[in-house]
């Protein structure tokens, strides 16, 4: 599961920011974030747990182990997560989001995708 997740966090990674570069800016901040839930997913099989696939449960336990809890991460990257996910809600569900936003977005989206894949790596 997890190199499937991780294929699939880097497809989506690449998505957004075609679909950034198109003007596309609803679409990239839905694929940006499709990217990190993919990438939080990756890193919770890769170490040994097994969560039910919804967003909220992955993402809680994703910040509340290794935000929280571990320090893996920066406690900034909590908040880039629930931006992803404000932004894509409001992509898909509101009312859109601007150019800015949308790119905003795909930086967060890029930097928690490295730094996860990093924490990945050191563990294998």
């Not at 699939?8 to 998505?15: G, I, P, T, W």
């Not at 967003?55 to 880039?80: A, D, G, Q, Y």
Request: proline share 2%; glycine share 2%.
């Amino acid at each position: 599961m997890q190199e499937t997740f991780l294929i699939s966090a880097n497809e989506n990674l690449k998505d957004a920011e075609i679909l950034f570069e198109h003007e596309l800016y609803n679409a990239s901040a839905n694929r940006a974030y499709y990217s990190v839930f993919h990438a939080t997913l990756a890193t919770l099989f890769s170490k040994g747990y097994n969560p039910a696939i919804e967003h909220r449960t992955v993402l809680s336990l994703f910040c509340n182990e290794f935000i929280n809890k571990k320090k893996c991460f920066p406690s900034t990257f909590k908040r880039m997560i629930y931006e992803l996910r404000h932004a894509r809600n409001q992509a898909d569900y509101g009312s859109g989001i601007s150019r800015k936003i949308s790119n905003n977005r795909l930086k967060d989206s890029k930097e928690l995708l490295e730094n996860i894949l990093k924490e990945i790596n050191n563990e294998n």
